[in-house]
């Protein structure tokens, strides 16, 4: 196993969904809460890393913070390094590729609140950041486990983004699923199997959490 | 004194009721789909005249606006001197599941600053519904009734000016709504908050000396006294009486 691998997939999943839940929280809210026709606009952007190949994004993130571009050379000077074949380029693929992983479950858990509460609240006086925080996310508690979980598994296992914007630097860009790759192209598969099996093996305690929070004390029928 | 003159569209149904609500009590009357919560959730804020086509919309509570859709006004909902300070109690409770009877009241305080100020105004509102052995419990564990009194006392809680009633008392028998109702009417005229309560019941109606708006299908049909507005309704009770 490679242990340096794996401690950079488990960082860049940690700083991904915590970035991620920031970002998705309020954006669901207002997807949810919202009466703009442009939100439906918003809502298929969000979306659109569910269907578009990892690859193409990975690539268009890459000509898009590389020196080619005003944004590429803006960030460059800000940060003095450019993002592309950086961990904190990887984490801002990642947070876009795993965005709907996020945004989805949130979606859908805060829809099922009932507007009733919604007014309640509303004629009590919550502006909407208490909205969100006092009622929405309580309320939809097991839904923000399962953005939680589906981000970080999301990110844990991501390989064409990773690929293409951070390319294969030892503890920097090279992830667990860099490592599996390079393992099986090295005709390495005793090894191979032990990343693979510890990347499924987090893959089903995690989701077997999520299954394990939402399912009701007497059973779904219940 | 309320005055409202409201012109709103809603799919097929057309809300046109221009007046003023002089009375302390009103009681908006009239059957399922006359428009009563259209009204009720208008005069909350809960919804605003439609910006595009004829809709207009002009709400004034004490000489103070509180939705002027020609100019783009309407006060957000909320106890705070900057908004309606408006509350409003439906048929459906709408507490708050995962907080407790003790924090739904006090959801509407924070405003008030102190905690002991929040802990007595969230005591005596529970009082004032008889529902203050009800304040650790969860709304799950309350019965229609009981979860009724706490929505009602969530409402009175953030001492509001305006108090908006729809069908709040429907799960309550008759005896413990004509007792809550003469508490509840009493400590609204000590603390001068105008009450616009909808029914489609004529007893509720008929209950208290009430100015009485008469409300079919969408238009005020007549606003008066109850014995003036509700003629027809009380011989129709007193008809069903003597046969009885």
Redesign the interface.
Known sequence: MDWQAFALSLKLATVTTAILLAVAVPLAALLVLGRSRWLAALEALAALPLVLPPTVLGFFLLVLLGPRTAVGRGITSLLGHPLAFSFSGLVVGSVIYSLPFAVQPLVAGFAVV?P??V????????NPARLVL??LV??ARRSLLAAAVLSFLHTMGEFGVVLMLGGDIPGATRTLSIVLYNQVENFDYAAANRTAAALLGMSVVALAAIYLGSRPKGGRRA | MLELAIDARRGSFHLQVECRFASDWTVIFGPSGAGKTTLLRLLAGLDAPSRKGPDRARIAFDNRLLTDSPVGLALKPGPRPWERKTSFVTQQPALFPHLTVAANVAYGLPWLGGETESKQAVEAALELVGASSLIDRRPRDLSGGEAQRVALARALAPQPRLLLLDEPFSALDGSASDALLARLQIWLTEHRVQTVLATHDATDALATSAEVALLREGCLAALGSAAEVLVSERRRLLGRLGKG
């Not at chain 1, 007014?119 to 919550?126: E, M, N, P, Q, T």
């Open positions: 009932e009733a509460l007014d309640a609240a509303r004629l009590l006086g919550a006092s009622l309580p309320l």
